[in-house]
């Protein structure tokens, strides 16, 4: 079974059981807006672990544009310092989920036009590499270069 399937799955199951609940969204008539409800890690080690690959490095510039779900994604160029899980070039293209709902924010081109070093949670997919979600695909390393303990409070902001 494949991870997406497992996610969805779960989110079925989180459903029926009552602790969580969909996230919905309206637009203007005649215009359409997907809304995804997706998974949250509770803290970034949780996302290491269920990441593909985890990369530290640099997001360096715009790829150009894809589709997911038939919304537009960002893909990214990132030069990587050092694979923590996994293993993959000096230099990768990563797809930015898109976030839904009308949320055109990019939490890798935060990143890149920050300049900072980032650690990346990554799937691998048959088109390339992709953040783990919107949010918690890319996060600044703890001081000594690691996973952090948490995220970061305006992880949503």
């Known amino acids: 079974m494949n991870r997406h399937v497992r996610v969805a799955s ?3 199951l989180l459903l029926a059981g009552g602790t969580s609940s969909l996230v919905g969204c309206s637009s203007a008539p005649g215009e359409s807006a997907t ?6 890690f509770e803290a970034p080690a ?3 672990d269920d990441a593909d690959a985890v990369a530290r490095g640099r997001i360096v510039g715009r790829e ?3 589709s997911y779900l038939e919304m537009p994604a960002a893909m990214w160029t990132a030069e990587i310092d050092e694979w923590m899980k996994g293993a993959g070039d000096r230099e990768i293209v990563v797809t ?3 976030r839904g709902c009308g949320d055109e924010g990019d939490s890798l081109a935060e990143a890149m036009d ?8 990554l799937r691998e997919q048959p088109s390339g590499w992709e953040a783990i979600t919107p949010w918690q695909g ?3 390393p703890a001081p000594d270069g690691g996973i952090p303990d948490a995220w970061p409070e305006d992880l949503y902001d």
């Open 10 to 12: 779960a989110a079925v």
């Open 35 to 40: 809304c995804i409800d997706w998974v949250y």
């Open 46 to 48: 949780d996302a290491y």
């Open 64 to 66: 150009g544009t894809t």
């Open 96 to 98: 930015s989920l898109p």
């Open 114 to 121: 920050a300049g900072d070093e980032v650690i990346l949670f």
């Open 138 to 140: 890319a996060i600044a």
